[in-house]
T-cell receptor, first 112, second 114 residues
Framework: GDSVTQMEGPVTLSEEAFLTINCTYT??????LFWYVQYPGEGLQLLLK?????DKGSNKGFEATYRKETTSFHLEKGSVQVSDSAVYFC???????????FGGGTRVLVKP | GAGVSQSPSNKVTEKGKDVELRCDPI?????LYWYRQSLGQGLEFLIY????????KSGLPSDRFSAERTGGSVSTLTIQRTQQEDSAVYLC????????????FGQGTRLTVV
């Protein structure tokens, strides 16, 4: 079945550092890919998405590119802020089944 | 409503009791999901409803867990004879039912079994 693997955390960074969170997936067909974020004390919310190969999703300074050849959707941000401290989840969704499959989540802590 | 609403927000129950968790999805959303998030853990899929199709129950951990969705809208997740390992945050999400669209999550119900 479908699966998503993302790097384990916690990831601890200093403000203005570069952030990368790796995400790879296993799926048949051509799934849509998502990054969700869960800020402390809040619910999950969509951060960005990409629906086909080579698409780049971007939001709030974060970017991720759908790489079908490497089945990856790595999340990057060039200069993190303390407010980016959160848990980040990579997810995929097959159009036919429409069931979101999540990775295990990566906790990111940004220190001032 | 404007978003996915879950109730109660917190529930403390004694081991062996039954509990019901409620989810009000966004109006017009045909897909509804239940997930479980244990402390420090990722998201565990429980059940998925899509329109009038038979629900995907493949994630329910035991026969103590059941869920229904009445009239294609409100959903109730029922846990019978609760155990301490059932303690977690139960999350509900809904979407318009197409694979490329995002799911919107509620704030969750924090269940504590004592």
């Amino acid at each position: 079945g479908d699966s998503v693997t993302q790097m384990e955390g916690p990831v601890t960074l200093s403000e203005e550092a570069f952030l990368t969170i790796n995400c790879t997936y296993t799926a048949t067909g051509y799934p849509s890919l998502f990054w969700y974020v869960q800020y402390p004390g809040e619910g999950l919310q969509l951060l960005l998405k990409a629906t086909k190969a080579d698409d780049k999703g971007s939001n709030k300074g974060f970017e991720a590119t759908y790489r079908k050849e490497t089945t990856s959707f790595h999340l990057e941000k060039g200069s993190v802020q303390v407010s980016d401290s959160a848990v980040y989840f990579c997810a995929l969704n097959q159009a036919a089944g429409n069931k979101l499959t999540f990775g295990g989540g990566t906790r990111v802590l940004v220190k001032p | 409503g404007a978003g996915v609403s879950q109730s109660p927000s917190n529930k403390v129950t004694e081991k062996g009791k039954d509990v019901e968790l409620r989810c009000d999805p966004i109006s017009g959303h045909t897909a509804l999901y239940w997930y479980r998030q244990s402390l420090g853990q990722g998201l565990e899929f429980l059940i998925y409803f899509q329109g009038n199709s038979a629900p995907d129950k493949s994630g329910l951990p035991s026969d103590r867990f059941s869920a229904e969705r009445t009239g294609g809208s409100v959903s109730t997740l029922t846990i019978q004879r609760t155990q301490q390992e059932d303690s977690a945050v139960y999350l509900c999400a809904s979407s318009i039912g197409q694979g490329t669209t995002e799911a919107f999550f509620g704030q969750g119900t924090r269940l504590t079994v004592v």
